[in-house]
């Protein structure tokens, strides 16, 4: 019998900003949304280079993924989409290095020719979280 889903809310974070949601629970899973160089706390952007978006939008996952109840160690799928692919993968491993770890989740990664108005990442996520 299919299990009904459920919003995951990130306490201190605004309203997400459209008709979506900031993870949904179905089951044993837990589906981010894309998260980019915003600040969830605040609901502003941050101004850095791409490694600094690139580590901001893993720090949101993470939020996410321990409102949810979990961890880094939770995340088993990631998308990450990028303006330049060949300049930032370097960076996205860095920031995959410090805030996801090993092992490391299955990824895809795909360039594209804009991500949003406020940077050049955007990554969502897959999340296994059994139910107690």
């Known amino acids: 019998m299919p299990t009904a889903k459920q919003e995951i809310i990130i ?3 605004p309203v997400p900003s459209g008709a979506f949601s900031h993870a949904i629970r179905a089951g044993d899973f837990v589906f981010v949304s894309g998260q ?3 600040d969830i706390t ?4 941050i101004d850095t280079d791409i490694y600094g978006q690139t580590e901001r939008a893993f720090k949101n996952i993470v939020s996410v993924a321990e409102s949810a109840g979990g961890s880094a160690n939770s995340i088993v ?5 990028t303006t330049n692919l060949t300049q930032q993968t370097p960076h996205i491993n ?3 290095d410090k805030w996801i770890g090993q092992p490391y989740p299955t990824r895809t990664t795909v ?3 804009s991500v949003t108005a406020v940077g050049n990442v955007v990554a ?3 999340l296994y979280l059994p139910q107690k």
Do not use: L, N, Q
Request: charged share 20%; net charge positive; aromatic share 4%.
């Open 124 to 126: 969502d996520a897959i």
């Open 42 to 45: 605040t609901g502003r952007p």
């Open 111 to 113: 360039s594209i020719d």
């Open 36 to 38: 980019t160089s915003v």
């Open 77 to 81: 799928k990631m998308g990450i989409f």
């Open 11 to 13: 306490k201190g974070a």
């Open 94 to 96: 860095a920031a995959i």
